[in-house]
């Protein structure tokens, strides 16, 4: 689990797309892998 932004601070994401859009608020990332 990664925590972005915890102090609710205006930032700047780019992680699904390679355009730059501002987040309010606080976000969470779920990442789950598997290898086989």
Request: zero cysteines; charged letters at 10%; glycine letters at 8%.
């Amino acid at each position: 689990m990664n925590g972005y932004n915890l102090a609710n601070r205006l930032n700047y994401g780019n992680l699904f797309s390679n355009r730059v859009t501002p987040s309010i608020g606080r976000a969470f990332l779920f990442n789950l892998a598997a290898d086989y």
